[in-house]
C-alpha cells in the first residue's frame, strides 16, 4: 500500500509540474557542483521553483525562502541531471508502451535508467512508433527521464547487421537500407516527421558476420544534408576505422562507439580530423567486454581489445575531443554504468571530464547549454543528488540517492518500487 501511495504521489507532483502550481522546493546539499569545472559549494543548497533553479548558495550565502517552500530531506552531493546519449529501447518490457501499465513502465526506467541519475536519454535506435509513445506516457503519467530518439536508424543496402536479426520481423521491414541519395532524404524526413530528434547511420556492417556491408558517401552526405537541414544531428555507428573516415567526410556529428579490434588504431591525423570537423565521440567501453564474454573471447584477449579502444579515447580527449557518456543500455542488458565510468578513468579523463561527459557536454552538442548540464539559476531543475563525491571515487557517479526531473522528485533510493 505505501509504495502504490508513493508512486500516486510522485504522479500527482509530476502533474503540478505541468501545471507550474508546484510550491517551491529547498534541497539542502553537502556539496553542489554548479558545473564540472567549477569547485563544489559547501554545506548549501539549491532553491527550486516551477521546474527551475531559482537559487544557489553556499554556506556563507543566504537565500530568500519564499513562504510555503518545502525542504527535500534528501542530501548529498548534488549536480546536474546526467544524459545518456546512447540507449535503446528494444527490450519486451516496452512493448506496446502507448497502452501498457504505468507503474509498469516507471518501475522499468527506474531499472534501467532513472536509478542511474538519467534526466535525459538519448535513444539511438529502436521501434520509433513505440519510442515515441513511451515518450508521449512520459508527459501524462510515466515517470522516468526525458527522451530523445532517432527513430529507425538507415543501414546500408542488405546490411541489416547480424545481432539485430531477433528483432521483431514487422520492425526489420520497416528499416531503411537506402539505395541512392534521394531515397537517403526520404528516410530522413519520414523519421524526422515521425517524432525522431535526430539520425543514425550505420556505416559498416555485416548481415552474416562475415561479409561487410559500406554505406555510399553520396548516401551518408545526403542523409547529413537532410537532418542539417531541419536543425538536427547526425549520429553514426562506425564498426571500422574505414568508417570513422566516411563519417568525418560525410559531415556526421557523433561517433556512438570507439573501434574494437582495429588493425590500424586512430593515429595522430584521424584525431585531428575528427576534432577540426567537430565529432564528438561516445565511448561505451563496457558494451565490448559484454559482447566479447556472450562471443566466450579469452579475457586476456578482451583486456588486450578494449585497452586498444581506451588508448583511442585517450588519444582523442586529450587532443581536446569532446567525449559524450553513453552505454548502449538497452541493447546490453547489464544497466549498471559503474564500469563505464572506470573505463574512462582508465583512459585517462578526470572525474571533472566525466561530469562534463554527463552534463555540460551533451548540453553544449545538443545545443542547450542555456537551460541543461548546470546548477545554476534559470536552469531546469534536473538535478542528481549522490551519496559520495565522484572527485573522490569515480564510482560514486553510480552511487545515486535522488533524482529530480524539472524540480520533481522521479527517484529516491530510499523508497521501495
Not at 535506435?125 to 530518439?149: F, I, M
Amino acid at each position: 500500500m505505501r509504495a502504490t501511495w508513493i508512486f500516486a504521489a510522485i504522479l500527482s507532483s509530476m502533474a503540478a509540474v505541468v501545471s507550474g502550481a508546484e510550491k517551491p522546493l529547498l534541497i539542502p546539499a553537502d556539496k553542489i557542483y554548479t558545473a564540472p569545472d567549477a569547485q563544489p559549494l559547501l554545506n548549501g543548497s539549491v532553491l527550486v521553483r516551477g521546474g527551475r533553479v531559482v537559487g544557489v548558495a553556499d554556506q556563507h550565502a543566504r537565500l530568500a525562502i519564499p513562504k510555503g517552500t518545502q525542504t527535500s530531506d534528501c542530501r548529498g552531493v548534488v549536480v546536474a541531471g546526467f544524459q545518456n546519449s546512447h540507449v535503446h529501447f528494444m527490450e519486451p518490457v516496452w512493448n506496446d508502451a502507448a497502452h501498457a501499465d504505468a507503474r509498469g513502465l516507471s518501475n522499468s526506467l527506474d531499472a534501467m535508467l532513472t536509478k542511474y541519475g538519467y534526466t535525459t536519454v538519448f535513444d539511438t535506435g529502436s521501434d520509433q512508433a513505440n519510442t515515441v509513445a513511451l515518450r508521449e506516457r512520459l508527459r501524462k503519467d510515466v515517470r522516468g527521464p526525458r527522451v530523445l530518439t532517432v527513430g529507425l536508424p538507415l543501414y546500408p543496402v542488405d546490411g541489416l547487421p547480424i545481432y539485430i536479426a531477433d528483432m521483431p520481423a514487422d520492425v526489420l521491414a520497416r528499416m531503411h537500407q537506402p539505395k541512392s541519395a534521394d531515397e537517403a532524404r526520404a528516410n530522413v524526413r519520414a523519421n524526422l516527421a515521425n517524432g525522431a530528434d535526430g539520425t543514425k547511420l550505420f556505416l559498416h556492417t555485416s548481415h552474416d558476420g562475415k561479409t561487410p556491408r559500406f554505406m555510399t558517401l553520396d548516401v551518408i552526405r545526403a542523409a547529413v544534408e537532410e537532418t542539417h537541414a531541419q536543425g538536427k544531428l547526425v549520429l553514426a555507428h562506425p564498426t571500422s576505422l574505414e568508417a570513422v573516415r566516411a563519417a568525418i567526410v560525410g559531415g556526421v556529428d557523433v561517433l556512438v562507439h570507439t573501434t574494437l579490434g582495429e588493425k590500424d588504431p586512430w593515429d595522430a591525423a584521424v584525431v585531428a580530423q575528427l576534432i577540426q570537423h567537430h565529432v564528438s565521440v561516445i565511448p561505451t567501453f563496457k558494451l565490448w567486454v559484454y559482447e566479447l564474454r556472450k562471443q566466450d573471447v579469452p579475457p586476456p584477449v578482451i583486456d588486450k581489445l578494449v585497452a586498444a579502444t581506451l588508448e583511442e579515447l585517450r588519444a582523442f580527449h586529450t587532443a581536446g575531443g569532446q567525449v559524450l557518456f553513453g552505454t548502449d543500455v538497452g541493447y546490453m542488458h547489464d544497466y549498471d554504468p559503474t564500469d563505464e565510468y572506470m573505463f574512462m578513468q582508465k583512459a585517462g579523463m578526470t572525474p571533472a571530464q566525466i561530469l562534463a561527459s554527463l552534463t555540460t557536454a551533451p548540453a553544449a552538442r545538443w545545443k542547450e547549454s542555456e537551460r541543461r548540464g548546470r546548477v545554476v539559476p534559470g536552469a531546469d531543475a534536473d538535478l542528481v543528488v549522490l551519496g559520495g563525491d565522484p572527485a573522490e571515487d569515480v564510482k560514486n557517479f553510480s552511487n545515486v540517492r535522488c533524482v529530480f526531473r524539472a524540480g520533481t522528485l522521479i527517484y529516491d533510493s530510499k523508497e521501495p518500487r
